[in-house]
Structure formats: structure tokens, C-alpha cells
């Protein structure tokens, strides 16, 4: 199947810093992808759509000038968290459509720390 | 987009067969049903997915009533790897492939 991947893993970084989190597409192009938070035992919640070439969209409540979103080519998208605090600490996990089906295929999801 | 009702949890041992059903009473006629498997620190993972009957592949069975306002995961045989949340969605038909998660199913398999 389609593989996304997701870098880094893993980020720690002090509050007020930005700090941008890439998702790929390893073996397709994708035209849209979508990024997700993930709070500890709780569900994944769409943050944002973004699409290649044009601006993202953004859920109801997302700040788009915190979360800055850019799909610069078919297989890259990248979620910049700015000015990050203490409650931006989650696990942002993306996803992309495979081709010609209607499965979304995830990426492994960065773990982000903010001290 | 359809909501999903699922059961919170579910206790299961090695060796059983679990079945997980999920309620979507607004089932668009264009919708797809989709299950997807969900490990601690792990992005979800495609399980299985299927419009109507019965569909298998080597993992999981999905059964789809007639009436499609319902569906269950059937995992034959778990083991203990088999602990994960499981999550149903319902989406496809040309709403560009934006998922809505429900809170799933968290299934404890223990030995």
C-alpha cells in the first residue's frame, strides 16, 4: 500500500520557538493531504486540509496563524507550529489519500514537547 | 460527513474471535465504510474497508447489513498484538477524503 512518512518523530522544543513538522508522500502523489492533532486517549481531531498549490483549509477553531500549513509540491506538506506553548504538546499525525481509492494512508505521527 | 457510534471497550482473549459493530445510521448512498487500527504513538493503520455484504482479506472480515446503517470488524483468532483502538469511519463519495474520527473502540486482548 501507499506509504506516508512523517519527520522527525520526535520533537522537543522550548515555548515561544517554531517548530515545522514534514509529511510525505514516499511512492504517490498527493494533491491534498490532511494534518491531525492527537491528545493523550483521546481521538484524532482534523486540524486542516491542505492542498497543493493553493491555501489550506481549516477546521472551526484551528488558528491558521498558529498552524501554518504549506503543500509546496505533490508530495510534500509541512505543518509549522508558531510560537509554540506548553499546550501545543501533542501528537500531530498527517494522512494523504491513496490514488484512484477513497483509504486514506497515515503517516507514523511526530510527538511534539513543549517545555 | 456520518457520525460513528462505537462501544468505548472491549475485553477479549487470545484465541477468540472479536466482533466490533459500529452504528452510522446517516450513511450517505456514496459513503464507504472504513476501519482503521491504532497502536500507542502509532498513526492509524487501514484495516479493512467495504460498500456493502461482506468483505475479507487477511486480516479482517467487515459485514455491511442491507440497510448499511450498521457494521462490524470481525478479527478472527486475536492475539495479544491485536490490543489497539479500533476506529470506523464513514466517509468517501466526493467529500475529498476528510475524516472525522469518532472515539473508538479500545480492545484489550489478554493472554
Known amino acids: 500500500g501507499a506509504v506516508v512518512s512523517q519527520h522527525p518523530s520526535w520533537v522537543i522544543c522550548k515555548s515561544g520557538t517554531s517548530v515545522k513538522i514534514e509529511c510525505r508522500s514516499l511512492?504517490?502523489?498527493?494533491?491534498?493531504m490532511f494534518w491531525y492533532r492527537q491528545f493523550p486517549k483521546q481521538s484524532l481531531m482534523l486540524m486542516a486540509t491542505?492542498?497543493?498549490?493553493?491555501?489550506?483549509?481549516?477546521e472551526q477553531g484551528v488558528e491558521k496563524d498558529k498552524f501554518l500549513i504549506n503543500h509546496a509540491s505533490l508530495t510534500l506538506s509541512t505543518l509549522t507550529v508558531t510560537s509554540a506553548h506548553p499546550e501545543d504538546s501533542s501528537f500531530y499525525i498527517c494522512?494523504?489519500?491513496?490514488?484512484?481509492?477513497?483509504?486514506?494512508?497515515f503517516g507514523p505521527g511526530t510527538r511534539l514537547t513543549v517545555l | 460527513l456520518a457520525k460513528t457510534t462505537q462501544p468505548i471497550s472491549m475485553d477479549s482473549y487470545e484465541g477468540q474471535e472479536v466482533n466490533i459493530t459500529c452504528s452510522h445510521n446517516?450513511?450517505?448512498?456514496?459513503?464507504?465504510i472504513t476501519w482503521y487500527q491504532q497502536f500507542p504513538s502509532q498513526g492509524p493503520r487501514f484495516i479493512i474497508q467495504?460498500?456493502?455484504t461482506k468483505v475479507t482479506n487477511e486480516v479482517a472480515s467487515l459485514f455491511i447489513p442491507a440497510d448499511r446503517k450498521s457494521s462490524t470488524l470481525s478479527l478472527p483468532r486475536v492475539s495479544l498484538s491485536d490490543t489497539a483502538v479500533y476506529y470506523c469511519?464513514?466517509?468517501?463519495?466526493?467529500?475529498?477524503?476528510?475524516?472525522?474520527f469518532g472515539q473508538g473502540t479500545t480492545l484489550q486482548v489478554k493472554p
Open positions: 446517516n450513511i450517505a448512498t456514496n459513503d464507504y
Open positions: 469511519l464513514v466517509a468517501g463519495g466526493g467529500n475529498t477524503g476528510k475524516l472525522i
Open positions: 494522512s494523504a489519500p491513496g490514488v484512484g481509492t477513497d483509504t486514506q494512508y
Open positions: 511512492d504517490f502523489q498527493a494533491t491534498t
Open positions: 467495504g460498500y456493502k
Open positions: 491542505s492542498n497543493e498549490g493553493s491555501k489550506a483549509t481549516y
